[in-house]
């Protein structure tokens, strides 16, 4: 039994925090997050030079071929920075095409997410607003060997970037996906305002696409999209941990900082235990989600549970601690300048994405009685 | 990470399992004093009281692993405890085993082992609850003996008790915080404190238990009037009672077998939920209820990782689980190496400089042997037809790579691996042939190659 980071993920893990300190640290992002595409394409490209984009990708279709637990490492570090770039988005779509595709269609989309010359996002969620597979209802109706896809998509992940759309849709009672370029016929995207300017989403709507039938991901299924959900859940879920971790961190440095009544706030308990707590929750989920990552590259049957109580976990978690950090700065936590906001944002973001706390406790406890 | 275990630490799980079926059959009374006594009787004969205790002791000489499987394998069958001498076995013991005098050990140890009586622990006072610190039970040497006059409160089982493990002030803070008779004040409340081992039976001591909610008493307060306590019943030097006392709270090792317990209680929870109706149905059919249970469960859960994290940290020295891991380790290993390479020639140079002197430079190679090992790993690994290897260290003097880490390398290799890989995905093979060079010997590497 180990339940450790190895130490070349230590050093994996130092490189991206240096990394990011170096090229983007948070006043970096408050510029970016004020830009039209809200994020940096240098270091987008920076990104797939470095490897990093084909982390989980096939070292055939020009990855590295790891894990979730070593990807969990990377998004920790990005989230911690609110990193904003569509690699949570790329990273998902390539693991439902590692999942769903044929050994063809990964070498056709693969090797360009891994070296950046494609953003990509799985299109999931309808306003029907279900993370499981009776929530899609977007029409695949057959017209030769390919189908025609029509409906509509919300939340997308950096939809108004992506050049390609992974889309889960519905032909009676089969679930599949179907690999979709943003520039087809009938394909058009709206960006959605959203409260984290970090963090860019998405609507698509799709009037009659055409997808051949080799666009169609030949291996999808409604287990492998369950697991595709699971993975990239798990993904979201480091995000949001490695952010709340900063989040509390910040507070604690200013807890130290700020004096009131001749001494740091941090010695008073009534901001001595909150920070307490905070760390607790952020410790306890990190370690949920470690188990639940390694499961995930294990394929051990207890990963849907573990990521739905991980995620179930960090999403009230962060939520707390982003309104905590904002109370526990005083005045300055509600102004422009200090960080406490991004952050708060963000978890409000996080919150939902991927199925929120009740949807993944009811997931977690039905999967128990089984 | 990896959750296996080794086949040993298997082979111990299935031999606790094999013993609780023969031992423990379902619908066994445990409670029944007959059945416990049976049942202590065997599981010491197993030497699994004291398990983590040395074996010259009397205890099992067990490792963490060993320790966690037994705890936790006992907490899902509910399982009677390991041992009725409770605070002998928790902190008492450990205490005697690392401070007592041979024959404290001797006298003490085997009954603590053979449950032939209890133990009480004197620590908290009524000014000094978790300031334990600053206690003040007072405590005179009289020729061989210590004279006790204080009093005790909280005392678990102090009724019960053959003997008490107690805490006294022999020096450092009188009642007003100050040094006594205005003698050297101490550095902290912690000196001053001393550790006695009293039975509980000494004339002068007044045990009065305190009724608790339920209406009965589980703990007392103690009263100290002249109580007299041979010097030979001191456990530690005079002075030296805090740091007994904190390193035998700090022998309970880890907490990762308790939460086994929670699980069960949780599974108990779920069952309760089953039976029990709320609003004309099943209690475990209301999402309110259900989503309080899935709570309790992500607790539980991250209590119980949190637990494994704090053990692989203590097992750190102690040899790992390694099934799984080792297979992606050289693609790991490039990929940091890549980072790293392509950090560093965007770096500002003293910044550079700086971290490149932090790491010892003691045990690399010469600059030639590097060289000639990357010349043979590339021609080996990569089956390379041609290979250039020119050192550019000097280019770089100055700066890091040349002053104290690894060089500076040009290389240029040609090798049929290459045909129709992409620059990056050539690259990498050329990082994953050097693998462990990367780390230390070569400090930047500039690549050119060839299909």
């Not at chain 2, 404290?104 to 449950?115: A, E, H, M, S, V």
Request: net charge neutral; aromatic share 8%; with cysteine.
């Amino acid at each position: 039994m180990n339940f450790g980071f190895t130490e070349e993920q230590d050093l994996l893990r130092r490189e991206v925090r240096k990394f990011l300190d170096a090229q983007c640290p948070l006043e970096e992002v408050r510029k970016l997050m004020e830009t039209p595409d809200g994020f940096s394409r240098a270091l987008w490209k920076q990104l797939g030079e470095l490897g990093w984009l084909g982390l989980t990708i096939p070292e055939k279709q020009g990855g590295a071929g790891l894990g979730w637990v070593d990807l969990v490492v990377v998004l920790e570090e990005m989230g911690a920075t609110l990193f904003p770039s569509p690699f949570l988005a790329t990273t998902i779509a390539a693991a439902a095409l590692r999942e769903a595709g044929s050994d063809a269609q990964q070498a056709r989309w693969l090797p360009s997410l891994a070296d950046s010359s494609c953003i990509a996002s799985l299109a999931f969620l309808e306003p029907s607003d279900r993370w499981d597979a009776a929530g899609v209802a977007l029409a695949g109706r057959a017209q030769g060997k390919g189908v025609v896809l029509s409906g509509e998509k919300v939340q997308v992940l950096d939809a108004p970037s992506a050049d390609l759309f992974v889309v889960a849709f519905r032909s009676g009672n089969a679930i599949s996906l179907a690999v979709v370029e943003r520039n087809a016929a009938g394909v058009t995207v709206e960006a959605t305002p959203s409260i984290d300017q970090t963090r860019r989403v998405g609507r698509v709507r799709f009037e009659n696409v055409a997808v051949a039938a080799d666009a169609v991901l030949s291996e999808a299924s409604e287990a492998t999209l369950a697991r595709v959900l699971d993975l990239a859940t798990a993904a979201v879920t480091a995000e949001v941990l490695g952010a709340a971790g900063a989040a509390l961190q910040i507070t604690v440095n200013y807890a130290k900082q700020r004096e009131q009544f001749g001494s740091p706030i941090g010695r008073f308990q009534g901001v001595k235990h909150p920070l307490a707590e905070m760390l607790v929750d952020v410790e306890s989920a990190k370690s949920i989600l470690y188990y639940a990552a390694w499961c995930l590259d294990e394929r051990d049957p207890d990963a849907a549970r573990a990521v739905s109580l991980a995620k179930a976990y960090a999403s009230e978690a962060f939520a707390r601690i982003g309104v905590d950090s904002v109370q526990l700065h005083g005045g300055v936590g509600y102004t422009w300048e200090y960080d406490p906001h991004l952050y708060l944002k963000r978890s409000k973001w996080a919150r939902p994405a991927f199925g929120d706390s009740d949807f993944h406790y009811d997931r977690a406890i039905s999967i128990g009685e089984q | 990470m990896d959750f296996h275990f080794t086949p040993e630490e298997e082979a111990f799980r299935s031999e606790v399992r094999a013993f609780l079926d023969e031992n423990l059959p379902a619908g066994a009374n445990a409670n029944a004093p007959a059945f416990l006594a049976e049942w202590t009787q065997k599981v010491r004969a197993k030497r699994w009281v004291g398990f983590s205790w040395p074996k010259e002791v009397g205890g099992g000489g067990a490792s963490i692993m060993q320790q966690v499987i037994l705890k936790e394998e006992m907490a899902k069958r509910k399982a009677p405890p390991l041992g009725t001498c409770f605070m002998g076995l928790a902190w008492v013991g450990p205490a005697i085993i690392q401070y007592g005098t041979p024959a404290q050990k001797q006298r003490f140890i085997p009954d603590i082992l053979d449950g032939k009586y209890q133990w009480c622990t004197g620590y908290s006072e009524p000014a000094s609850g978790s300031d334990l610190a600053s206690l003040q039970c007072k405590c005179v040497r009289e020729g061989d003996e210590y004279v006790v006059n204080g009093q005790k409160i909280w005392t678990s089982i102090a009724m019960w008790s053959k003997w008490i493990i107690l805490l006294v002030r022999t020096g450092g803070l009188d009642s007003e915080g100050q040094a006594p008779g205005g003698a050297m004040r101490p550095a902290s409340k912690h000196e001053g404190i001393t550790c006695l081992l009293v039975p509980m039976d000494t004339k002068g001591i007044t045990v009065r238990p305190i009724k608790n909610m339920s209406g009965g008493s589980m703990f007392a307060e103690v009263f100290f009037d002249a109580v007299r306590v041979p010097v030979e019943n001191r456990l530690g030097e005079e002075g030296q009672g805090w740091q007994v006392t904190v390193s035998a709270l700090a022998h309970e090792r880890s907490s990762i077998a308790e939460v086994e317990g929670l699980r069960r209680k949780l599974e108990e929870l779920k069952e309760l939920a089953r039976k029990s109706r709320k609003n004309g149905r099943a209690a475990l059919e209301d999402d309110g209820i259900r989503r309080r249970i899935a709570r309790f469960e992500a607790k539980i859960e991250g209590m119980r990782f949190n637990g494994m994290r704090a053990l692989t940290k203590q097992l750190r020295g102690e040899p790992l689980g390694t099934r799984s891991g080792w297979r992606s380790l050289a693609a790991l290993r490039a990929l940091v190496a890549r980072s790293r390479n392509r950090r560093r020639h965007t770096e500002h140079p003293e910044e550079h400089h700086r971290r490149a002197r932090a790491r010892p430079p003691e045990g690399l190679m010469s600059t030639e042997d590097r060289v000639q090992r990357i010349e043979s790993l590339l021609r080996e690994k990569l089956g390379a037809t041609d290979v250039q290897v020119v050192d550019e260290s000097h280019k770089h003097r100055g700066h890091a790579g040349a002053a104290g880490g690894g060089g500076h390398f040009r290389v240029t290799i040609a090798s049929p691996r290459f045909a129709g890989l992409s620059l990056v995905q050539a690259q990498r093979l050329v990082y994953e042939a050097l693998g462990e060079m990367m780390t230390h010997e070569i400090h930047a590497l500039t690549i050119t190659t060839r299909g």
